[in-house]
């Protein structure tokens, strides 16, 4: 059996192969892209106020979600599917890799965006965790069913396309409310209901298939 030491000593034996697999350029894009929009953002008329501001975010939000959709992605799946470490460690350890960058990135385009054109920080923040809980959810699924290597593109299309359908939502369960609406509290609780119902998803979806561990497992014997 392995012991703590051991298994420490095989995580970090594979951080130089997650770091080279992980899609460095499309996180970066889309780790760039809303502290840019909120940078150019300061150069603009500030007319729009906190409408203005809370697109630019949204937008951010967005594509940094769509960015991390990215982030199970690996052309080696099949060579990796065999080693000993369990998938729950691989992809916690890409997860770690990537969340100072995903941080920085909101952090920077909230810090840029002006003050007066800022909209509540807390409320925004929700926004953007459940979007990415719901990119890498999706991300684990299309893992977990399928024997695609790169699902990133298809998890993409599924966020662009409910992101597209919560916008024609009736004001009943409308997600991107405006800050002065009065249903902007009420919107924020619909975001913390799915992000709560998503985060049990995505926490169950991470482990392999018993089945499939319990083949692998006895393949090593």
Same mark, same amino acid.
């Given at each position: ?43 603009? @008329? ?53 969340? @100072? ?121």
């Amino acid at each position: 059996m392995l012991g703590v030491g051991d298994k420490y000593v095989g995580v970090r034996a594979l951080l130089p192969p997650v770091w080279r697999t992980l899609p460095w350029r499309v996180l970066g894009a889309a780790g760039g892209l809303g502290p840019v929009l909120a940078g150019a953002g300061r150069l603009m @008329p500030r007319a729009g106020g906190t409408t203005h501001g809370l697109m630019v975010l949204r937008t951010g939000a967005l594509a940094l979600a769509l960015g991390l959709a990215f982030l199970l992605d690996d052309p080696a799946r099949h060579t990796t599917a065999v080693v000993p470490t369990r998938r729950v460690v691989r992809t916690g350890l890409r997860m770690a890799l990537v969340a @100072p960058l995903a941080a920085l990135s909101w952090t920077a385009a909230l810090l840029l965006v002006p003050g007066e054109m800022r909209p509540p920080v807390g409320a925004v923040t929700l926004e953007v965790a459940t979007l990415i809980a719901l990119a890498l959810t999706g991300a684990m699924a299309a893992v977990r069913f399928t024997d695609e290597p790169r699902p990133g593109r298809a998890v993409t299309v599924s966020l662009l396309a409910g992101t597209v359908f919560a916008l024609l939502l009736p004001g009943r369960w409308e997600l991107f409310s405006e800050v002065d609406a009065s249903d902007w509290a009420a919107a924020h609780q619909r975001w913390a209901a799915l992000l709560t119902l998503t985060l049990p998803v995505g926490a169950a979806l991470l482990p392999e298939p018993i089945r499939r561990y319990r083949a692998r497992a006895w393949a090593h014997r």
